[in-house]
Structure formats: structure tokens, C-alpha cells
């Protein structure tokens, strides 16, 4: 005997509904909460979506993603596919951050989640909407490659100019953003030299002694911030932080390292 599947009804997909009004909204221009809504639930029902859950954030700002908690909630859904849409009313009431909208619609597209902002006509359920959806990808994209390129410039011209990139190398410590000598510190560092140049002790037992790995020993001996040098990208640059040593003993450390 086979079971009919005519009586069995087929699951709907799942939507989120995402609603938010700010106190300054309200007073202004009249938005709600319960307008929001109601135009949400009939335009996901129509296009046969059952409601998940409806998230929430009155007299929240849109400036900001991350103090409005019923956006974390949602993100964190999205992340988890516990729906396949969300559904917006307007895309100001999601974000005015464009950046945050275009960072937050590719995360979502790369969850599999849908995006519906109903006033604005942005879906990603059809052909064209998903061609929006690219291109808005494409811009995220662009965004995070032009803040690289921001962060790798800027980098490196404090590098040029000698300001410290890193963290601070054994001896030094980081004072409003420049590198100075740590004086409690920095006779650590020139006992290793020290020991290591005028004594015979190995490599091993120098690293034990001053409780490091011999890597980190390595890196302790020949880092040239110790000459009052920076380094970004394979470069050297002259730095504006005091020397701790001479270029004439730092090279015979060197020699000796190699031997």
C-alpha cells in the first residue's frame, strides 16, 4: 500500500521580521512599531513565508549596530539559520551606516539568509534582486579592500617616520603610542648580550638561564630595534625610539650568532 502525499502539507520557509523607531522617528515623522509590522507580516505572507520571530529595538538610534540588542539577536539567528529571510521595512530602519549595511547584507548573503527591505524595493528572492545583492556584495568588498589599503599606508609611513608598528620589542614599552626604554627591563636585555658575546655559555643554557626559547633568544640578539630601527613590510627605517645598543657591538653579536 503507498501513503498519498496530497494531505501533507509542504513547510513554508521561515522569515525574521526586523522593526526599529527611534524616539526622534516617532516624534517626527509618526513611524511605529505596530505599522512596521503589519506591512512586514503581509508582505512576507504574500510572497509564503510563515513568521519566525519579530525582533525588536524601540528607541534605539540606527547609528550604531552593536547597542541595539534585538539586531545582535537577530545577526546571531541569521548566523545560526534558524530562518532563510529577513524582512525590513526601510533600509534607515535596518542601518544609516552604509558601510554597516553593505558589511551586514554580505555577511548575511554569505549565511544563505535572504534580504527583503520592503520600501526600497531591495530583495534578494529573484533574479534582479539577487543581481542588487552582488553588486552590493561587490562594494563590501571594495570597502574592506580600501580600508586595507587605508591601514597598510598608514602603517607604513609611521613606520618611515619612526613611530613603532609592532608590539614593543624585550626592553622597551609602549608610551602614548612611542616606544621607550624600560628601565626595569632593559639591563635584562643587555645582560643576554652581554653574556652571550663574553662568555661561552651555549645558546640552550642562555635561553634556560633567562627563561626563553632559543627562537626567542634568536629574535632577542638580532632584533634591530635594539639600534633605535623600525621595520614594516622587509623594511628598515630609522626610528625615533632611543638605541639601547652600539652598531659596533650589535654586529659582533651578530657574527657570532652566525659562527
Known amino acids: 500500500m503507498t501513503l498519498s502525499t496530497q494531505n501533507i502539507p509542504i513547510a513554508k520557509p521561515l522569515a525574521a521580521l526586523y522593526v526599529r523607531v527611534s524616539t526622534e522617528d516617532q516624534a517626527k515623522y509618526g513611524f511605529s512599531l505596530a505599522a512596521q509590522e ?27 549596530l552593536d547597542h541595539r540588542p534585538s539586531m545582535q539577536e537577530l545577526l546571531s539567528d541569521a548566523q545560526t539559520k534558524l530562518f532563510s529571510a529577513i524582512f525590513i521595512y526601510k533600509l534607515d530602519r535596518f542601518s544609516r551606516s552604509l ?31 539577487k543581481l542588487m545583492f552582488h553588486i552590493i556584495s561587490a562594494f563590501a568588498e571594495f570597502e574592506r579592500n580600501i580600508i586595507g589599503e587605508r591601514t597598510t599606508f598608514g602603517m607604513e609611513r609611521k613606520s618611515k ?21 624600560d628601565p626595569e627591563k632593559a639591563p635584562h636585555v643587555k645582560a643576554i648580550f652581554d653574556e652571550f658575546l663574553n662568555s661561552d655559555i651555549s645558546l640552550n643554557q642562555l635561553a634556560h638561564k633567562h627563561n626563553l626559547t632559543v627562537n626567542g633568544l634568536k ?30 657591538l650589535f654586529n659582533q653579536v651578530q657574527h657570532k650568532l652566525v659562527r
Open 99 to 129: 558601510k554597516d549595511l553593505i558589511i551586514t547584507i554580505d555577511q548575511l548573503k554569505g549565511w544563505g539568509i535572504d534580504f527583503v527591505s520592503l520600501q526600497d524595493r531591495i530583495e534578494t528572492t529573484s533574479a534582479s534582486g
Open 161 to 181: 617616520e619612526g613611530g613603532a608598528i609592532t608590539k614593543p620589542p624585550l626592553g622597551y614599552k609602549m608610551v602614548d603610542k612611542k616606544l621607550i626604554v
Open 38 to 64: 503589519e506591512a512586514l507580516k503581509n508582505y512576507a505572507t504574500a510572497l509564503g513565508y510563515e513568521i519566525y520571530k519579530i525582533y525588536k529595538d524601540e528607541g534605539k538610534s540606527a547609528k550604531d
Open 219 to 248: 629574535k632577542v640578539l638580532s632584533n634591530r630595534a635594539y639600534l633605535g630601527e623600525v621595520k614594516f613590510a622587509g623594511k628598515e627605517h630609522h626610528g625615533i625610539h632611543e638605541a639601547l645598543f652600539k652598531e659596533e
